[in-house]
């Protein structure tokens, strides 16, 4: 019975894994044909699916940097008085692929689950409300960071095993 049970958890392990790769690289090819070049400020970036996924493509010589931006942008949604800010930073990932994207880039992939409804994802609004004197330096950094633009991908479950 046990070894039943464990095999029926593996292929479930297996299924949800090749469900994600399968939406990966479905958005990595939607984003090298859909990018900007550049992440831009956006009066807001928000999600419609249960759950979402953003693909940032950046220069392999600026991962540091993005990442060092992350970190301030986790510390900001963490810190936050507002419950969605907080809200937020439970349900938001940030993976590094291991293969390396289009042109050399650094395929860098957010996964939310589940999105706040309504929230604002917009990275220059969240890093405002916490660091009104930094912002404009950690925005540039942001953005100087992108090697080929951000794609934004809406996710809603279909089959949960």
């Known amino acids: 019975m046990r070894s039943f049970k464990n095999k029926r958890l593996s292929h479930r392990y297996v299924v949800m894994g090749c469900a994600l790769l399968t939406t990966l690289v479905m958005g990595v090819v939607l984003g090298m044909g859909l990018t900007t070049s550049k992440a831009e400020a956006q009066a807001t970036r928000s999600f419609s699916g249960s759950a979402g996924m953003m693909l940032n493509y950046i220069n392999a010589d600026a991962t540091g940097d ?3 931006v992350m970190s301030r ?3 900001a949604l963490r810190n936050s ?4 800010r907080r809200q937020q930073a439970d349900g938001w990932k940030v993976f590094r692929a291991a293969e390396p994207g289009p042109g050399g880039s650094v395929l860098y992939v957010w996964f939310m689950d589940p999105t ?4 604002d994802y917009a990275v220059s609004a969240i890093l405002n409300e916490a660091f009104p004197e930094e912002v404009q330096e ?3 950094t942001y953005n100087g960071s992108f090697a080929g633009g951000q ?3 809406n996710l809603d479950l279909v089959v949960d095993f």
């Open 66 to 68: 993005f990442e060092a």
């Open 151 to 153: 794609s934004l991908v």
């Open 73 to 75: 942008l986790g510390e």
């Open 116 to 119: 706040v409804s309504g929230a």
């Open 138 to 140: 950690l925005y540039e």
């Open 81 to 84: 008085d507002d419950a969605d």
